[in-house]
C-alpha cells in the first residue's frame, strides 16, 4: 500500500500539468466568458444581450437543454482524449526520454504496481476530472439554458450523463491505444502508431483494389470506436418537435451496445500488450 | 578466487552481450563474493556499464547470471531488495524536487534507513525544494549517491558513482560515506576512471578490455605479484627483454611494470599503483584509465 501511494504520487508529481490541461482548457473559457460579460456589462448591456434566441420552434426546450449539455461535455470530452493520449506516453516513455528510467527499475517495486499506477492516472484521473468539469459545465449551461428555454433541469443533465459516459469509454480506448502506442515507440509514439495504422489502411486498400478482398477499412472501424458523441438520428426533429425521450432512449441503447463492449475489451487488450512491451524493455 | 566459491553472491557463466553484431561483453565468468570493494576497470567502452546492466537484468543477454540463487534473465525487481545501482549518467527525475525524490524512494523501497538518509542529507547541502532538473551535476551526483547509500542492500553496484562532483566530496565520498555504507557482509563494485582515488579502498580488482575479462584478483595479490622496475634509459633494453605492455620514459629513467620475481641487478623496484597495474595488464596510455 505504501508503494502504492508513493508511485501515485510520483506519477501525480511529474504529470499533473497533463493531467490539468481539461481544466486549463475549462478555466480559460470561463474567464474569457466572464470577461465578455464584465464588457458587455460596462457597456450598458444584460446578460441577455449576450444570448439571444429566437425563432426557435416550439418544442424544441428539452431538447436544446438536453443537446447543449451533451454537446459541451463532448468537447471537453475531446480535450480529455488529447490530454489521456498525451499522458500514456508520458508515464510511459518520460523516464526514458528524461534517462531516468533506471531510477524507476532500480526499486524493489512489482511491475504491475508500477504500470497499474501510470495506466491509473492515465485513465482514472483523466475520466473523474472529465465527470467534475463536464459536469459542472453541463450544470452551468442548463441554468444559463434555462433563462431561454423552458425545459426541466434534468434534461441537461441526462445530456450531460450520456456524453460523460460514451465520452469516458472514447478516453479509455483512445487512452489505451495511445498507451499501446507508448510501449511500442519510445519517441513521438502516438504519430508513430497513427503511421502505423495508415500504412495498414493502404496495404488493405491496395490489397482490395487489386484483388477485390473488400477488407472492412481500419480508419472507419476506428473512427466508430471514437465517436464521442451519443447517436442522435439526424431525421429527428428536423420538420416537427424532436420526441426528447426517444432521443435520449437511443442515447442509451447507443451506450449500452455491442459497440461499448468491444471498445472495452480492445482497450483491455491494448493496454495489456502495452504493459508486456514496456515490461520487456531492455534499459540501457 | 575459488577458494570462496560458497560466499559467491554474485556469479556469471559465459555471460555475452551483443549489439546488433557487436559482442560488448564475450563470455563473462566472474564471481563476486560478499564483504568485499572491488574495482571494475576498463577503458572508455570497454563493456563496464554493460556488464552492470547485466547484473541488474535491465539487458538481455546470452549465458547466466545468478544473484544468490535466483537467475536473472531480464529485469526482476526481487533483485532490489539485495542490490542497488547508480549509473553512470545522472539518472533522476528532473520533474521532482529534492524532497519528492527522496520522498518517493523511501516510499517504494522498504530497504529505505531513515536514519542513515537524514546524515548524508545534513553533510550534501542539498537544497529540498529545488527541482532536480535545477541541480548542478555534481548536486545531481550527491542526491543520487544520498539515496542509493540510504538503502540497506546487500550489494551495491557503482558506475562511474563520482562523476560531477568536486574533489572535497569525491574525497569525502570514498573515504568517508562509502565506509557509512559498508560492512562485512556487503558487497561494492565500483567502475571508476580515477583509479588513484579508490586504489587503497579496493580489496578486488576486475580489469575488463572490448568486453573480456583480463584480470580478476585480489589487490595485496596483484601488487605483490607485480612491481614497477626502474632503470636508466640507456638500459632500456634489459627491461624490454620481458616484453612488457607498457615503457614509461622519465627523467632519463625508463620505467615498466614487470612480474615481481624479475631481478635485474642495478635496478630499483617499486610497490605499482593501480593505474600502472591496469596499463600494464591491458595496455594504452595513462589518459586511457
Redesign the interface.
Known amino acids: 500500500m505504501k508503494q502504492c501511494k508513493a508511485l501515485l504520487k510520483k506519477e501525480w508529481d511529474t504529470n499533473w500539468a497533463g493531467v490539468l490541461i481539461p481544466l486549463w482548457i475549462t478555466g480559460g473559457v470561463y474567464v474569457t466568458a466572464l470577461i465578455g460579460w464584465i464588457i458587455s456589462l460596462i457597456r450598458g448591456h444584460d446578460l441577455g444581450a449576450l444570448m439571444q434566441v429566437s425563432g426557435m420552434p416550439a418544442g424544441y426546450d428539452a431538447f436544446m437543454l438536453y443537446g447543449t449539455a451533451a454537446a459541451i461535455t463532448t468537447l471537453l470530452g475531446f480535450v480529455s482524449l488529447l490530454s489521456a493520449a498525451g499522458l500514456a506516453d508520458s508515464v510511459i516513455n518520460g523516464g526514458f526520454k528524461r534517462r531516468c528510467e533506471i531510477l524507476h527499475f532500480s526499486q524493489p517495486v512489482s511491475f504491475l504496481k508500477i504500470a497499474g499506477s501510470k495506466f491509473l492516472l492515465v485513465s482514472l484521473a483523466v475520466i473523474p476530472l472529465f465527470g467534475v468539469l463536464s459536469l459542472l459545465n453541463a450544470v452551468v449551461i442548463t441554468a444559463v439554458g434555462r433563462q431561454m428555454f423552458s425545459g426541466e433541469f434534468h434534461y441537461g443533465l441526462t445530456g450531460w450523463l450520456q456524453s460523460f459516459v460514451g465520452g469516458s469509454l472514447t478516453i479509455l480506448f483512445v487512452g489505451s491505444l495511445a498507451w499501446l502506442f507508448a510501449g511500442v515507440f519510445k519517441r513521438k509514439s502516438f504519430l508513430m502508431g497513427l503511421l502505423v495504422l495508415l500504412a495498414i489502411e493502404v496495404v488493405i486498400g491496395v490489397l482490395n483494389y487489386t484483388t477485390g478482398w473488400r477488407i472492412p477499412s481500419l480508419f472507419e472501424f476506428l473512427g466508430r470506436m471514437v465517436a464521442l458523441k451519443v447517436e442522435i438520428d439526424p431525421s429527428v426533429g428536423v420538420l416537427e418537435a424532436p420526441d426528447v425521450q426517444a432521443v435520449i432512449s437511443r442515447g442509451w441503447d447507443t451506450i449500452l451496445s455491442w459497440t461499448s463492449a468491444l471498445k472495452l475489451a480492445l482497450s483491455a487488450v491494448f493496454t495489456v500488450a502495452g504493459a508486456w512491451l514496456y515490461k520487456f524493455r531492455e534499459l540501457s | 578466487m575459488e577458494e570462496r566459491m560458497s560466499e559467491f553472491i554474485y556469479q556469471t557463466n559465459n555471460l555475452s552481450k551483443y549489439y546488433g553484431k557487436f559482442k560488448a561483453l564475450g563470455d563473462v565468468n566472474l564471481n563476486l563474493g560478499s564483504g568485499r570493494i572491488i574495482g571494475l576497470l576498463g577503458k572508455n567502452g570497454a563493456g563496464k556499464s554493460t556488464l552492470m ?1 547485466c547484473l ?1 537484468g ?3 543477454h546470452e549465458g547466466s547470471v545468478k544473484l544468490g540463487e535466483r537467475e536473472i534473465k ?2 526482476d ?5 539485495e542490490v ?2 547508480i ?1 553512470d ?8 524536487t529534492v524532497r ?1 525524490t527522496i ?9 529505505w534507513n531513515d536514519g542513515r538518509a537524514q546524515k548524508l542529507l545534513a553533510i550534501s547541502n542539498l537544497p529540498p525544494k529545488f527541482k532536480v532538473g535545477k541541480l548542478s551535476k555534481g548536486m545531481k551526483t550527491k542526491l ?1 549517491l544520498l539515496i542509493t547509500l540510504s538503502l540497506d542492500v546487500r550489494f551495491l553496484l557503482l558506475d562511474e558513482p563520482t562523476l560531477g562532483l568536486d574533489i572535497a566530496f569525491r574525497k569525502e565520498f570514498f573515504n568517508t560515506i562509502l565506509g557509512e555504507f559498508f560492512d562485512e557482509s556487503k558487497t561494492i563494485l565500483i567502475s571508476t576512471h580515477q583509479a588513484e582515488e579508490v586504489e587503497d579502498l579496493l580489496q578486488e580488482v576486475i580489469f575488463i578490455d572490448r568486453g573480456r575479462i583480463l584480470l580478476h584478483e585480489d589487490m595485496e595479490s596483484l601488487k605483490s605479484r607485480l612491481r614497477v622496475v626502474t632503470l636508466p634509459s640507456d638500459r632500456e633494453p634489459e627491461i624490454l627483454n620481458y616484453k612488457p605492455r607498457l615503457v614509461s620514459h622519465t627523467l632519463g629513467m625508463t620505467s615498466a611494470v614487470l612480474d615481481s620475481e624479475v631481478d635485474i641487478p642495478g635496478a630499483s623496484y617499486n610497490r605499482a599503483n593501480l593505474a600502472d597495474l591496469f596499463l600494464s595488464v591491458v595496455g594504452g596510455t595513462d589518459e586511457t584509465v
Open positions: 546492466r541488474l535491465f539487458l538481455n531480464h529485469r525487481h526481487r533483485v532490489f531488495e542497488a545501482f549509473p549518467v545522472s539518472g533522476l527525475d528532473d520533474r521532482l519528492q520522498d518517493y524512494i523511501r516510499g517504494v523501497n522498504p530497504r543520487y
